[in-house]
């Protein structure tokens, strides 16, 4: 975990869309379940929002943004993902700390919550969130649902 992990980070373009889809679609089934694809698609193509690329050399790896409540009391992560063979290789740690960093920049006092499923909670532990609440099933058959909140005294 002591090396530098070197990534080009760009904020996304409709020029990302094609890789960007290509990087659910290695998360899914285990990850991501297929009737997700829509929501996400649907998301890229939204014209306001914070979402960013990040690369190796010039491949596209990982993908990852937030959102803001009306009252900008409440940032929300949002679709952070790791292409599959990339993963466990510093890429998501990577991505995660540029989101919460600029998140914690431009909005110093705000709550940071996200949702993920049973397979990838320990890792946002590792950062500092801690689950809220757990609904089984809560994305769909056989993929619950974890609610976590950013703990605001653990270092990043």
Same mark, same amino acid.
């Given at each position: 975990?002591?090396?530098?992990?070197?990534?080009? =980070?760009?904020? /996304? @373009? @409709?020029?990302?869309?094609? !890789?960007?889809?290509? =990087?659910?679609?290695?998360?899914?089934?285990?990850? =991501?379940?297929?009737? *997700?694809?829509?929501? /996400?698609?649907?998301?890229?193509?939204?014209? %306001?929002?914070? +979402?960013?690329?990040?690369?190796?050399?010039? $491949?596209?790896?990982?993908?990852?943004?937030?959102?803001?409540?009306?009252?900008?009391?409440?940032?929300?992560?949002?679709?952070?993902?790791? #292409?599959?063979?990339? #993963?466990? @290789?510093?890429?998501? !740690?990577? %991505?995660?700390?540029?989101? &919460?960093? #600029?998140?914690?920049?431009?909005?110093? *006092? =705000?709550?940071?919550?996200?949702?993920? %499923?049973? #397979?990838?909670?320990?890792?946002?532990?590792?950062?500092?969130?801690?689950?809220? @609440?757990?609904?089984?099933?809560? /994305?769909? *058959?056989?993929?619950?649902? +974890? $609610?976590?909140? &950013?703990?605001? $005294? %653990?270092?990043?």
């Amino acid at each position: 975990m002591g090396r530098f992990l070197y990534m080009r =980070i760009e904020s /996304y @373009q @409709q020029k990302h869309f094609e !890789s960007c889809m290509e =990087i659910i679609q290695s998360n899914t089934p285990k990850y =991501i379940l297929p009737f *997700e694809h829509l929501d /996400y698609k649907n998301y890229l193509l939204r014209k %306001s929002k914070t +979402y960013f690329v990040f690369f190796k050399d010039n $491949d596209l790896v990982a993908c990852g943004g937030y959102g803001l409540n009306k009252t900008k009391t409440k940032a929300g992560l949002c679709w952070g993902l790791v #292409h599959r063979k990339y #993963h466990k @290789q510093g890429y998501g !740690s990577r %991505s995660l700390k540029y989101r &919460l960093n #600029h998140i914690m920049i431009n909005y110093p *006092e =705000i709550e940071i919550h996200l949702d993920t %499923s049973q #397979h990838t909670h320990q890792f946002f532990e590792k950062f500092g969130f801690i689950t809220e @609440q757990i609904t089984k099933n809560g /994305y769909g *058959e056989g993929l619950d649902k +974890y $609610d976590m909140t &950013l703990n605001k $005294d %653990s270092n990043l």
